[in-house]
């Protein structure tokens, strides 16, 4: 089954506010994360990644946080703008030299002008 | 950049046919991998290939299955479709993890 969950299935945020994203893993053995943007019509497109030795990393606008402790990942979206509005989806390597992602179901994220 | 095609954006075809979804990648990625995505289900793993002519299944590969004959080119085949195949059709490849993926296949099965 899923080991891959999210807290909220969509999220509605002001522009210019920022947004948080949530998702729940049951694997502690997974060592590496990614955050998937999907706009409509569109694949998935990378966003940010990090490794299970990390607990914070820093993109353009956005920061992955990793909680081993309570298996939680989130993606904050500082400044939230109106291409931000799409679906948002976390996936996870569950073991250590194999390539499959195991994927979340996805977070709708609506910027609200 | 990575450029991942899949040959068709729509498809309509009918129950019992034979189709075939095409995936082709430019960056010379060993791994390739065949997902389908319905609402509330997220992306779930049909079949996926590190090495040409190598092939192994996913969480759902029933009703599937796949050709890898050049590295590049990684086929996913509806022996016959049901209507239950409706669904979108994502291709994706890799290096190692971060996987890249096409613009997806709208596939209805009337």
């Known amino acids: 089954g899923e080991s891959v969950g999210l807290h909220l299935p969509t999220l509605s945020v002001q522009e210019g506010d920022n947004s948080i994203i949530n998702c729940a893993y049951s694997?502690?053995?997974?060592?590496?994360f990614i955050w998937y943007k999907q706009e409509s019509g569109k694949g998935p497109q990378f966003i940010i990644d990090?490794?299970?030795?990390?607990d914070k990393r820093q993109g353009q606008r956005v920061t992955v946080l990793l909680n081993k402790t309570v298996k939680h990942l989130s993606l904050q979206i500082a400044a939230t703008q109106p291409g931000d509005s799409a679906v948002y989806f976390c996936?996870?390597?569950?073991?250590?030299?194999?390539?499959?992602?195991?994927f979340g179901k996805g977070t709708k994220l609506s910027v609200i002008p | 950049d990575v450029k991942v095609t899949q040959s068709s954006r729509y498809l309509v075809k009918r129950t019992g046919e034979k189709v075939f979804l095409e995936c082709v990648q430019d960056?010379?990625?060993?791994?390739m991998f065949w997902y389908r995505q319905d609402p509330g289900l997220g992306l779930r793993l049909i079949y996926f290939?590190?090495?040409?002519?190598?092939?192994e299944k996913g969480d759902i590969p029933e009703g599937y299955s796949v050709s890898r004959e050049k590295k590049e080119r990684f086929s996913l085949i509806l022996e016959s479709a049901s209507t239950n195949q409706t669904s979108m059709y994502l291709c994706?490849?890799?290096?190692?993890?971060?996987?890249?993926f096409g613009q997806g296949t709208r596939l209805t099965v009337v």
């Open positions: 994706a490849s890799s290096l190692r993890t971060e996987a890249f």
């Open positions: 694997n502690s053995a997974s060592d590496y």
């Open positions: 990090i490794r299970s030795n990390m």
């Open positions: 996936a996870e390597n569950m073991r250590a030299g194999s390539y499959q992602l195991t």
């Open positions: 960056m010379d990625h060993e791994n």
């Open positions: 290939s590190y090495d040409v002519k190598m092939k």
